[in-house]
């Protein structure tokens, strides 16, 4: 956080869209939120709107449809979600049939890969009153390299033997949220935004009523902002067909 003091307040309006630019022209991965010293309760984030659903990929695809309708709205501004960007995954797919001909099971190639991976605890060296765990772990070079990976030889406890690991199974990479977060047992994924000053958005949605989309009998919405009339949230059950 930074506190920036400036000769007069009435510059503070047009010093805002100037830092922003700045920051997002410079420092593209950070999400600059700036505003004036407010005066009672700060406000983190000014218009919020909650989806909450079963399935996760039918909420991220009306996320996607509200942070559009969202952008259409002059004055709106930093439009996120609290799930962050997807991060990547490694999908180990094992062939069961091709394992158990080959001699393995699913837990030789999980120790193999956390082996590798993560490593793995081979013995405790004890120095005076502490306990320093040994790790057996591969360099960086060959964890990063999936093309490496898929030679990786994985050792069967069952016969002794080493397999590669491309013949067993399958790698892919896929891209999943960095975290979940649920609400009533829900998915829920709260979109927020700001909107620039002096001109403040009305009530979402009374005032842009939501696209037609389809969600299921399940999934809801919720929407709020620093309106003193609209501090409760108002919810609205999306129609199903």
Request: aromatic content about 4%; proline content about 9%.
């Amino acid at each position: 956080m930074m506190l920036l003091n400036t000769t007069s307040y009435a510059i503070v309006h047009d010093l805002i869209p100037r830092l922003e630019t700045h920051f997002l022209e410079r420092f593209p991965d950070v999400k600059p939120t700036i505003f004036s010293l407010l005066n009672g309760p700060p406000v983190e984030d000014p218009i919020e709107i909650r989806i909450s659903g079963e399935d996760v990929d039918q909420v991220f695809a009306i996320v996607d449809q509200v942070k559009a309708h969202l952008s259409a709205i002059p004055g709106a501004k930093n439009i996120s979600d609290n799930w962050g960007a997807r991060t990547k995954k490694l999908v180990v797919r094992i062939d069961q049939p091709r394992a158990r001909r080959a001699g393995l099971n699913s837990q030789d190639v999980a120790v193999s890969l956390q082996t590798v991976l993560s490593g793995f605890e081979t013995t405790n060296y004890r120095k005076e009153d502490k306990i320093i765990p040994v790790t057996l772990r591969s360099v960086a070079a060959d964890r990063q390299d999936i093309g490496k990976l898929e030679s990786l030889n994985i050792f069967s406890q069952l016969t002794g033997s080493a397999v590669p690991l491309k013949p067993v199974a399958d790698i892919d990479i896929t891209w999943e949220p960095a975290k979940y977060l649920r609400r009533d047992r829900l998915a829920t994924v709260t979109i927020s935004a700001g909107h620039l000053p002096p001109q403040s958005l009305e009530p979402y949605p009374s005032a842009e009523p939501l696209p037609a989309m389809r969600m299921p009998a399940s999934s809801s919405t919720d929407a709020s902002s620093d309106r003193p009339s609209t501090k409760k949230s108002t919810t609205t059950a999306m129609p199903t067909r």
